[in-house]
C-alpha cells in the first residue's frame, strides 16, 4: 500500500519562494521514480518535474532553472524547491508515484502566486 502526503504550500508573491515535500509510505517507493505535476482550474493536470530512484531529473520547460526536485531515500521524501514563482505557476500541486504501470497520488497541495 503506498500512501502519499503532501505539504508545503501556500500563498506567496511573484518571485518568491516555497518548498514542496511528499512524504511516501510502502514498500516501492525507494525504486520507484516521484513526480510533482500540477493542475490548475479548468486545465489538464500537467508535469512539473520527475526524479527516479537514481536521481536522474526531469522538467517541464515552464519551470527549468526555477524549479528543483530531489529526493531523500533515508526518509522516503520528495522535494520541490521553487524559486521565482510566478501567477502562471498558481495550481493544486500534486505528488506521484510511477512504479511500472501503476501510478499513485497524493491529495495535492495549493500554491497560490500573487502578482
Known amino acids: 500500500q503506498v500512501q502519499l502526503v503532501e505539504s508545503g504550500g501556500g500563498l506567496v508573491q511573484a518571485g518568491g519562494s516555497l518548498r514542496l515535500s511528499c512524504a511516501a509510505s510502502?514498500?516501492?517507493?525507494?525504486?520507484?521514480?516521484m513526480g510533482w505535476f500540477r493542475q490548475a482550474p479548468g486545465n489538464q493536470r500537467e508535469l512539473v518535474a520527475t526524479?527516479?530512484?537514481?536521481?536522474?531529473?526531469n522538467y517541464a520547460d515552464s519551470v527549468k532553472g526555477r524549479f528543483t526536485i530531489s529526493r531523500d531515500n533515508a526518509r522516503n521524501t520528495v522535494y520541490l524547491q521553487m524559486n521565482s514563482l510566478r501567477p502562471e505557476d498558481t495550481a493544486v500541486y500534486y505528488c506521484?508515484?510511477?512504479?511500472?504501470?501503476?501510478?499513485?497520488w497524493g491529495q495535492g497541495t495549493q500554491v497560490t502566486v500573487s502578482s
Open positions: 506521484n508515484l510511477n512504479y511500472g504501470l501503476r501510478h499513485y
Open positions: 526524479i527516479t530512484s537514481r536521481g536522474s531529473t
Open positions: 510502502g514498500s516501492i517507493v525507494n525504486i520507484a521514480t
